[in-house]
């Protein structure tokens, strides 16, 4: 499992082996203030870390 | 004074590993643990009944063993029931809870059971019972009986029973009024003054510990992985059917997504208290990243997309429940061979 999220702090807190930094509490996977086609390009940006985090052994 | 014990196939001398598909067997008097227990227990008591059963018994057919046990310690009506200790043995430790939990609400027999704070049956049941701790190490069986003896004792004759440190029992999480001679001014004043000339002192809310996650081993090859989204930001479909609460939600649901490549604002509401969830209504992928997973599997980066994605509401939620919600989730991932998770939280 990789979790995608903002509250770092509450990650590491509970042991989550595999964070990616998520954009903001309010939109972990997006971003309200930018035009349509960059926000999607920041979510594909971010779900492809979030698949390179499950198939990697590093925490 | 009349005793039922519960052991698993270990410690009921039946054998090891092998056999722990063994199902309920029942011996009359004491065995293996039992009888230390009996003689820490005083001259009068005596352990009527022994149940034995193997450890995947135990737990794969939990519902048959727990039905099994309830009606044999109606029948013989001990003053208490004892089950273990269990150490760090997990699947004992589960059954071992569970049976006392079942024995305790159903026929309100006292029960006291032991277990190490790591076992898996501790999480359940700390807050429903006594659980003596007893550590991880079965040489300590001796101190760990007499603990579960001396507290037995207490528990049947309904006497008062101290707090976890003076007893030995595992914290149960539960909050007890009690006097004291100093206001909470000067017991504060105290504990700082104390930590700042590096002097021994007890904190009274001790913080949450968690115990370390293993790590899962990497998926080797994404393009024939299934992976399914979850979130605890508390996106529902409109109308909310399961009824997940925004605040302390006690249940989670699967939401289908078969054939979509985008999540509409009008088709969900999120329940979530706490933060502002306009951005994420206005359009649910940037929470739930489905657009952008459509994608993945499209192209073949991922193998297949999960048809559901799991939600509940992760704000202000007692642990033991929130662990409950991720044990099920856990269950329905395995059951449904989902090879990888993605969890967004807010």
Sequence with gaps: ?59 | MRIVHYLNQFFGGIGAEEHAGKSLEIREGAVGPGRLMEQFLGEDARVVMTLVCGDNHAVERQEELTAAVLEKVKEANPDLFVAGPCFDAGRYGMAAGALCAAVKSTLGIPVITAMSEENPGADLYREALFIVDSGVNAAKMRDVLLKMANLGKKLAAKRAVGLPAEEGYLRRGLLRDQIVEDRAATRLVDMLMAKLQDEPFESEMLPTTFAPVPMPSAVKDMSKAKVMLITDGGLVPKGNPDRISGTAATRWGAYNIAGLDDLRGEEYEVSHGGYDTRFVQDDPDRLVPLDAMREMETRGVIGKLHEEFLSTCGRSNPLSNTRRLGREMAEKVKREGVDAVILTST
């Design chain 1, 1 to 59: 499992m990789v979790q995608i999220t903002s509250a770092l702090p509450i990650a590491k807190m509970v042991g989550s082996n595999r964070v990616v930094l998520g954009n903001g509490i309010v939109h972990v996977t997006g971003d309200a203030k930018l035009p349509p086609e960059d926000e999607k390009k920041l979510r594909r940006e971010l779900v492809q870390r979030a698949l390179d985090a499950l198939q990697s052994n590093e925490k």
